[in-house]
């Protein structure tokens, strides 16, 4: 089991990233929050983890070990396998899911593509005793902001427009997250991101 890469980051696409390690580069697929953080050239450090099947190993890699953590633990819900639960990364956070799942909140999972309201609820039924409480004590368990620096805005309208988004609605998605990024000064690419891909998943 390989548990995290650590390597230069050789290429960056629309689903996945390329670490270089010992001059072999290695293939991750990560969520869009996460490909958002990283530059081609840059150093990364990635936790990851192994799906086997008959015919392939894929690699998963994520922004930190709680992502990754609970990964591996929405797989254990029937019916979800490693490319649903990425997308549920995608489009909550891991507290987001916490509290989503603790919660019976339905609809906030069925926004995620793939989960219709049957298979929310029988993720919320098989994970309510096992997911815990949100980690991140003081902090929303939805979207974070960053700081109000130009920065942020460009690299999540990049993430946007990476994946397949038009310029113009990857614009007015960053402005509908803007506020939340004037609530802090820490800098949370990931977070924005993910905010921005809500929004316009409603719209």
């Known amino acids: 089991m390989i548990a995290f890469v650590r390597g230069t980051v050789a290429a960056v696409t629309l689903t996945s990233a390329v670490v270089e390690v010992g001059g072999i580069g290695l293939e991750l697929m990560c969520t869009p929050a996460t490909l958002a953080t990283l530059r081609t050239g840059t150093e990364a450090n990635l936790p990851s983890s192994m799906v086997v099947r008959e015919d392939s190993l894929t690699l998963f890699g994520f922004a930190d070990e709680d992502e990754k953590q609970m990964f591996e633990l929405l797989q254990t819900a029937s019916g979800v396998g490693p490319k649903l639960a990425q997308a549920m990364l995608a489009v909550l956070s891991p507290d987001g899911l916490r509290t989503s799942i603790a919660g019976d909140d339905v609809k906030t999972l069925t926004r995620v593509p793939g989960i219709g309201q049957k298979g929310a609820q029988r993720i919320i039924l098989e994970l309510k005793d096992r997911i815990g409480a949100p980690v991140r004590a003081g902090l929303p368990s939805g979207p974070l902001g960053t700081g109000a620096a130009a920065p942020w805005r460009d690299q999540v309208v990049q993430g946007l427009t990476g994946l397949g988004y038009a310029t113009k609605d990857a614009e007015k998605a960053v402005d509908a997250v803007a506020d939340q990024a004037e609530a802090t000064s820490t800098p949370d690419v990931g ?13």
């Open 191 to 203: 977070a924005l991101l993910r905010a921005a891909l809500q929004s316009l998943s409603k719209a």
